[in-house]
C-alpha cells in the first residue's frame, strides 16, 4: 500500500523555524514531483512549493520566498520543507502531495496521492 506521511509540525514562536518532512513508503519517490500544500482554517488549499523530480528544480508561492525551502532525499524517501521566520500566517495544516511527472506545479488538482497532514501554529 503506498502512502505519504508528513511529520514535524508543531507550535512555533514568530520568527522562528521548523522542517517539515514527507516520506513515502510503498513506492520510490526518485520519479515523482513533490508539492508542499497548506490549508487555514477556512481557506482554499494552497500550493505552497514544489520540487521537480528530473533537475530538483524548486518552486515557492511568493507568500514564502526567501524564508522556506525544498528538499528531497532520494536515498531516504523523503522530500522537507524547512520553513524560517515564520509568521502567524503561516498557521496551517501542511500537506505533501506527489505525482509522476518531469515538471512540477502549485496548483493541487494536478497531484494524485497525498498525505493525512501536519498542523503548523505559529503564535507567540
Known amino acids: 500500500q503506498v502512502h505519504l506521511v508528513e511529520s514535524g509540525g508543531g507550535l512555533v514562536q514568530p520568527g522562528g523555524s521548523l522542517r517539515l518532512s514527507c516520506a513515502a513508503s510503498g513506492f520510490t519517490l526518485d520519479k515523482d514531483a513533490v508539492g508542499w500544500f497548506r490549508q487555514a482554517p477556512g481557506k482554499e488549499r494552497e500550493g505552497v512549493s514544489c520540487?521537480?523530480?528530473?533537475?530538483?528544480?524548486?518552486y515557492y508561492a511568493d507568500s514564502v520566498k526567501g524564508r522556506f525551502t525544498i528538499s528531497r532525499d532520494n536515498a531516504k524517501n523523503t522530500v522537507y520543507l524547512h520553513m524560517n521566520g515564520l509568521k502567524p500566517e503561516d498557521t496551517a495544516v501542511y500537506y505533501c502531495?506527489?505525482?509522476?511527472?518531469?515538471?512540477?506545479?502549485?496548483?493541487?488538482?494536478?497531484?494524485?496521492?497525498w498525505g493525512q497532514g501536519t498542523q503548523v501554529t505559529v503564535s507567540s
Open positions: 520540487i521537480t523530480s528530473s533537475d530538483e528544480s524548486a
Open positions: 502531495a506527489t505525482v509522476v511527472t518531469r515538471g512540477c506545479t502549485l496548483h493541487k488538482s494536478l497531484y494524485d496521492l
